[in-house]
């Protein structure tokens, strides 16, 4: 708790010090609603988003992924487990 405090409070010090950012247009985002009608050649991907904590830290990010891209990685990780898991059997 004492250390999040501390963190807010460098933040809120490095923010009054920086100096004002430069305002700059928004670089031009196509961003189409998810009841739009598809334009021809289009389709939808349906994202799958979860919270991942990276080893070493408590802390999550939020990653998105595509459906097809989120059952490669599973398949990938599910392999890997069970080379490391034959690779300990073979040592013991």
């Given at each position: 708790?004492?250390l999040?405090?501390?963190?807010?409070?460098?933040?809120?010090?490095?923010?009054?010090?920086?100096?004002?950012?430069?305002?700059?247009?928004?670089?031009?985002?196509?961003?189409?609603?998810v009841?739009?009608p598809?334009?021809?050649?289009?389709?939808?991907?349906?994202?799958i988003?979860?919270?991942?904590?990276?080893?070493?830290?408590?802390?999550?990010?939020r990653v998105?992924?595509?459906?097809?891209?989120?059952?490669?990685?599973?398949e990938?990780?599910r392999?890997?487990?069970?080379e490391?898991?034959?690779?300990?059997?073979?040592?013991?």
């Open positions: 708790m004492i999040v405090l501390l963190m807010a409070a460098a933040l809120s010090a490095a923010d009054e010090q920086a100096p004002a950012p430069v305002s700059t247009p928004p670089a031009a985002v196509e961003r189409t609603p009841s739009a598809l334009k021809p050649g289009e389709k939808r991907i349906k994202m988003c979860r919270e991942e904590t990276t080893t070493g830290t408590r802390f999550t990010k998105c992924y595509d459906k097809a891209e989120l059952e490669a990685r599973q990938r990780e392999e890997q487990f069970i490391s898991q034959n690779s300990q059997q073979m040592n013991h």
